[in-house]
């Protein structure tokens, strides 16, 4: 049974920082590229950041690009998100997503396996 738990989740300040992290169980977690994605009310889900399954190769929404840093742990089966100077527009439920291909995608169709969410709140 594959399990993806999130955690780090939070409430900051606008200009603060958290860190996500990202357990997987249940596959074999080199073989999967990961991703982040959220959802904030009444929005649809939104590609945040992506890692391919060597960790040689990641991808950034416009809107984190710089902010934000993807990586992960291929011995422990972690993916891991920093988050600096966050924006209160950042604010929404993050989700870790693992697809059974050699590279990250932005789209949520090739993502097999979710977890179940962490809350990120930002307040202004």
């Known amino acids: 049974q594959v399990q993806l738990v999130e955690s780090g989740g939070g409430s900051v300040q606008a200009g603060g920082s958290l860190r996500l992290s990202c357990v997987a169980s249940?596959?074999?977690?080199?073989?999967?590229?990961m991703a982040w994605f959220r959802q904030a009310p009444g929005k649809e889900r939104e590609f945040v950041a992506g890692?391919?399954?060597?960790?040689?190769?990641?991808s950034y929404a416009g809107s984190v690009k710089g902010r934000f840093t993807i990586s992960r742990d291929n011995a422990k089966s972690t993916v891991a998100l920093q988050m600096n100077s966050l924006k209160p527009e950042d604010t929404a439920v993050y989700f870790c997503?693992?697809?059974?291909?050699?590279?990250?995608?932005?789209?949520?169709?090739?993502?097999?396996?979710w977890g179940q969410g962490t809350q990120v709140t930002v307040s202004s």
């Open positions: 249940g596959l074999t977690f080199s073989g999967y590229s």
């Open positions: 890692i391919s399954r060597s960790g040689g190769s990641t």
């Open positions: 997503a693992a697809a059974a291909t050699p590279v990250q995608f932005t789209s949520p169709g090739p993502y097999g396996y």
